[in-house]
């Protein structure tokens, strides 16, 4: 890029040396362009505000490559921030942590996702009013209750389940549109069921997914199927009829990690084939941190 082979890379570049590392995007050599891409990456936030007018500019080539680059930074940021988040093990305090880490996911495959802070004052709405409804209220009242307002008001239903789209898994799609896949559905009635006070975990069951509202007597939730309550026996059966016979480990509580590798499997799968290569590698990473941490 000019300058003599191993010299010493700025430590706070001028904006002089950011606006001709950018014009070099433009440019169609390889190692030109190899070099101007990994150099501006390096700069980070110090390069943000020229890439953004970059990804303005009238030159067609360094638009989008401009754009591709800050989109590489987004990634790159979530992942980061994803890394120090502290998911709980489960209870009611761990709602907030557990819809960041869907957000950022989410974030890894699509822009304009909207934050957690959003998506959370949208569904605190619905945990207050059924926080009033839940009062005095037995365990299997409050089931019927929840899946009352997500399901028969707002709509939150379960949609083609050979089909594996990625708006049916993104959290805020399914949120905007209604329909999603299990583990989507689930992580939703989830921080409802623990915003309006209730104490609830996931269940995952092979190709499904559940929701369990502890108490005296425990009531195991099916978001997919209109919210509707399941028994142990019900679980049994379709565990058996579909190969599986370790019940018990089945029917078991997650941990949020837990759900949120779930989740983000579910995403992966999803994103497979629309997702562009550097994020299929960014959500790889995160599962590594979900998995080892």
Not at 74 to 91: A, K
Request: aromatic letters at 4%; glycine letters at 10%.
């Amino acid at each position: 890029m000019n300058e003599p082979q191993g010299a010493p890379e700025p430590s706070s570049p001028s904006p002089a040396q950011i606006a001709a590392t950018i014009a070099l995007l433009g440019d169609d050599r390889g190692p030109v362009l190899t070099a101007a891409r990994e150099r501006l990456l390096r700069w980070g936030d110090a390069a943000l505000l020229p890439l953004r007018e970059g990804a303005e500019c009238e030159h067609v080539r360094t638009r989008a490559r401009c754009r591709a680059l800050l989109r590489t930074i987004e990634v790159r940021d979530s992942l980061r921030r994803f890394g120090r988040l502290r998911i709980g093990r489960g209870g009611r305090g761990s709602a907030p942590a557990l819809l960041e880490g869907a957000v950022l996911l989410a974030s890894m495959v699509r822009t304009f996702v909207p934050g957690a802070d959003e998506l959370g004052r949208r569904l605190r709405v619905e945990a207050n009013r059924l926080r009033r409804e839940f009062a005095g209220r037995s365990l299997p009242t409050c089931a019927r209750l929840l899946a009352g307002r997500l399901h028969d008001q707002i709509g939150l239903q379960g949609g083609n389940a050979s089909v594996l789209e990625l708006d049916h898994v993104l959290v805020d799609r399914v949120l905007h549109q209604g329909t999603g896949v299990p583990v989507t559905l689930s992580l939703i009635y989830l921080l409802v069921a623990r915003w309006a006070g209730l104490s609830a975990a996931g269940v995952a069951m092979p190709d499904h997914f559940l929701v369990r509202l502890h108490g005296v007597r425990p009531v195991l939730v099916d978001p997919f199927h209109g919210g509707r309550s399941v028994t142990k026996a019900d679980c049994a059966r379709y565990l058996r009829s579909t190969g599986h016979d370790q019940v018990a480990e089945h029917l078991r509580d997650l941990t949020d990690r837990e759900v949120l590798i779930h989740y983000l499997r579910a995403l992966r799968r999803a994103a497979k084939y629309r997702a562009v290569p550097e994020s299929q590698q960014t959500l790889g990473r995160a599962l590594d941190l979900l998995e080892t941490s």
